[in-house]
């Protein structure tokens, strides 16, 4: 969706590398979502973030939310083999009162990590 | 355990021919989606369901149609006005807004066309 933007679009880096992914939003979000994807395979869900200037980390992935709601960058530090597959972030911009949530995806970012 | 299941993993249809997806859930959600993703594209919304026997059309509603008459099923059908249906289908459940909400996936179908 041009509503939302990720960079780079394929991302190859050597093991023990650090790496940045951005996704970049034309409009305020309610929340933004990133999930992995194994190519073939469901979406798993990493990480949600709502607030202006949150940041959230799980093992050695961490994601930001800039204060604007607008930015937001998914970092992996000393990446390794199992970080590989494609990397998504959705947007959500349902209003808060409404049941359920309407996601709008990026294109992707395909990570592969060099042993 | 729970979670959501699609059938089958690999579909192939005839020209002209409607064929249905099966998407089930037992994590007791609310809401359901089907969602479409094309070769290093995104996923694009086709149609959700916030309750039972209520449905919206998503960004790319044409030529495909959904039901929803109990809470763990949503199936789509790809009807033959669905002119180029090659592409691999997701389907998705979440519970009622709250903060740190999700959106769960099955592990998709992939559709071809004979």
Same mark, same amino acid.
């Given at each position: 969706s041009q509503e939302l933007e990720q960079s780079p679009q394929s991302l190859i880096v050597q093991e023990g590398k650090n790496l940045t992914i951005n996704c970049t939003s034309s409009k305020t979000l309610y929340g933004l979502y990133w999930y992995k994807q194994k190519y073939g395979e469901g979406l798993i869900f990493l990480m949600m973030l709502q607030k202006g200037g949150e940041e959230k980390s799980h093992e050695k992935i961490t994601a930001k939310l800039d204060e604007k709601k607008q930015q937001s960058s998914l970092h992996i530090t000393a990446s390794q083999p199992s970080h590989a597959g494609i990397y998504l972030c959705g947007a959500d911009r349902t209003p808060l009162e409404t049941s359920g949530s309407r996601l709008t995806f990026g294109e992707g970012t395909q990570l592969t990590v060099n042993p | 355990d729970g979670g959501i299941t699609q059938s089958p993993k690999y579909l192939f249809r005839k020209e002209g021919q409607n064929v249905t997806l099966s998407c089930e859930q037992n994590l007791n959600h609310d809401a359901m989606y089907w969602y479409r993703q094309d070769p290093g594209q995104g996923l694009r919304l086709i149609y959700y369901s916030q309750i039972v026997n209520d449905f919206q059309k998503g960004d790319i509603a044409e030529g495909y149609s959904v039901s929803r008459e109990k809470k763990e099923s949503f199936p789509l059908t790809v009807t033959s006005a669905q002119k180029n249906p090659t592409a691999f289908y997701l389907c998705? *459940? *979440?519970?009622? %807004?709250?903060? /740190? /909400? !999700?959106?769960?996936? $099955?592990? $998709? !179908? %992939?559709l071809l066309v004979l």
């Open positions: - | 998705a *459940s *979440s519970p009622p %807004r709250m903060p /740190g /909400g !999700t959106q769960y996936f $099955g592990p $998709g !179908t %992939r």
